[in-house]
């Protein structure tokens, strides 16, 4: 079985059927371009294993991409004054988004809005947004998956309730998005503007004076 997330299956079997019919008619460049189809979407649903960081403390990317910004907002649910920093996933990353810490979901909402470019400022406010409330490791995180030019469905698979480890999937974005994950002020951010990260993998943050320790496994 191809590495690739479940939604990518029936765009793919569609893909392959209209290939196989064009293909029978004759019709050669329709053929070709169904089968350029099915392997952009085998492309943009891949769904790479990672190795995540088990050090104590440690704050994971929830998505791949380009850190567009790291600024400051106010954000009640951390705690008041926090660090955002917003990830732009172009339709070339991994869509896949992974929880930042190991925790429970204390909320989950989900807001319609636009579809503007992600990578504006204003795409946070705008655009139809689904955000999880994290609680664990002794603080608590917001992400937001926002949708972008391109998304057009923002798939998130779990709610209140549900506990999280590290790095483990818990939805994706269809297409260009943008992924913002919210930090209470106070943590040891690790990345700037402009760098490459992978959700999982790369460390957005320490959290200081954590001292418990978690079970070093590859994230499901």
């Not at 089968?35 to 929830?62: K, N, Q």
């Amino acid at each position: 079985m191809l590495p690739i997330v479940p939604d990518a299956w029936p765009y793919v079997w569609k893909l392959l059927a209209l290939a196989a019919v064009t293909g029978f008619l004759g019709w050669e460049t329709l053929a070709w371009a169904s089968l350029g189809l099915t392997a952009f979407v085998v492309f943009f649903f891949r769904d790479p294993e990672r190795e995540v960081p088990m050090e104590p403390g440690l704050v994971v990317s929830p998505a791949d991409g380009t850190v567009l910004r790291v600024d400051s907002v106010e954000e009640p649910f951390v705690g008041g004054p926090a660090v955002r920093v917003s990830i732009f996933l172009s339709v070339f990353n991994v869509h896949v988004n992974r929880s930042p810490i190991t925790g429970t979901v204390l909320f989950q909402t989900y807001r319609q809005g636009k579809m503007l470019p992600a990578f504006r400022d204003h795409a946070s406010e705008l655009n139809e947004r689904n955000t999880l409330g994290i609680e664990g490791q002794g603080i608590r995180v917001v992400v937001h998956q926002i949708t972008g030019m391109l998304a057009r469905r923002i798939v998130c698979r779990v709610g209140p309730g549900d506990r999280l480890r590290r790095g483990q999937r818990f939805g994706l974005i269809k297409l260009g998005s943008c992924t913002e994950l919210i930090l209470p002020e106070g943590v040891e951010l690790r990345v700037q503007p402009g760098q490459m990260v992978a959700g999982g993998r790369t460390v957005i943050a320490r959290i200081p004076d954590v001292r418990t320790t978690e079970p070093r496994s590859p994230a499901p």
